[in-house]
């Protein structure tokens, strides 16, 4: 599934798709796509932009900000089928023994989740609710840092965050992101946030990403990294022929969960 059915109305689905696809369109192309009036594409409009998932314009609307990401309980409620698909493919490749960097977000709790039935786990966090997760599992060993603590999604983050995690060689970095671009670029939303990910990727010996299909169509403002230095892919859909190209002269493992596809 790509950015259909995010929202559960049709239209409203059909609408971010062809956003999504085409960065800006005007409200008249938007009418005439979607077979309803101006009047109504802008009622849609204005509802999804105070959503937060697209942007309003005089006279049309494009993707959402770069700079704000989507509210943390619209994505904890979005694609819940291909995260959690990406997240066995994940706890499949994790080793029992493992010591295990897991950041911030929707993506990486249910990797968390999927992870229950390992054993003896060393897990550094900079959340809170992944930590809220493992932390009830006997067999593991869970830490989180000191630093700020952020009330909208529970991450942890900080200058304290960053030298704790500095602290730890750990073999796998679990890691979502806000958007991927086509040159391999990680991307996300918070400078705060992506410090303690850059650690935690400096400090990994293997990275693994996951990202659903919608991120390959997102925009964000910050650079945490490449694909190019991760171990692994883990996405919902096969990317584009170029970027497995990226992928193949990498190095880099592609696991595409929904289709059971590993190359």
Do not use: C, W
């Not at 919608?214 to 403002?221: E, G």
């Amino acid at each position: 599934m790509s950015i259909t059915e995010l929202t559960g109305n049709p239209r409203h689905d059909l609408l971010l798709q062809l956003i999504a696809e085409r960065g800006y369109m005007n409200i008249d192309e938007l009418a005439q796509l979607l077979d309803v009036s101006t009047q109504t594409v802008r009622r849609d409009i204005r509802k999804l932009s105070d959503q937060g998932l697209i942007t309003r314009h005089h006279g049309g609307a494009g993707r959402a900000s770069s700079v704000v990401n989507v509210a943390f309980e619209q994505r904890e409620v979005s694609l819940t089928s291909e995260k959690m698909a990406i997240a066995e493919a994940i706890a499949d490749f994790i080793p029992d023994g493992s010591t295990v960097f897991i950041t911030i977000g929707t993506t990486v709790e249910h990797i968390a989740r999927a992870l229950m039935n390992h054993d003896r786990l060393r897990i550094i966090t900079n959340s809170l609710r992944v930590a809220h997760i493992l932390y009830k599992n006997p067999r593991f060993e869970v830490m989180v840092p000191g630093g700020t603590l952020r009330p909208h999604n529970g991450g942890i983050v900080g200058p304290a965050a960053t030298s704790f995690v500095e602290g730890f060689r750990a073999d796998y970095l679990i890691t979502s992101v806000g958007a991927i671009e086509p040159d391999g670029a990680l991307l996300d939303f918070d400078v705060n946030e992506v410090s303690v990910v850059k650690a935690m990727m400096k400090h990994s010996r293997h990275v693994l990403v996951a990202a659903d299909s919608t991120k390959f169509h997102a925009s964000a403002a910050v650079e945490i990294g490449n694909v190019k230095q991760a171990t692994a892919l883990f996405t919902d859909q096969i990317p584009t022929a170029s970027f497995k190209t990226l992928l193949e002269n990498e190095h880099v493992e592609l696991v595409v969960s929904e289709l059971g596809v590993q190359e």
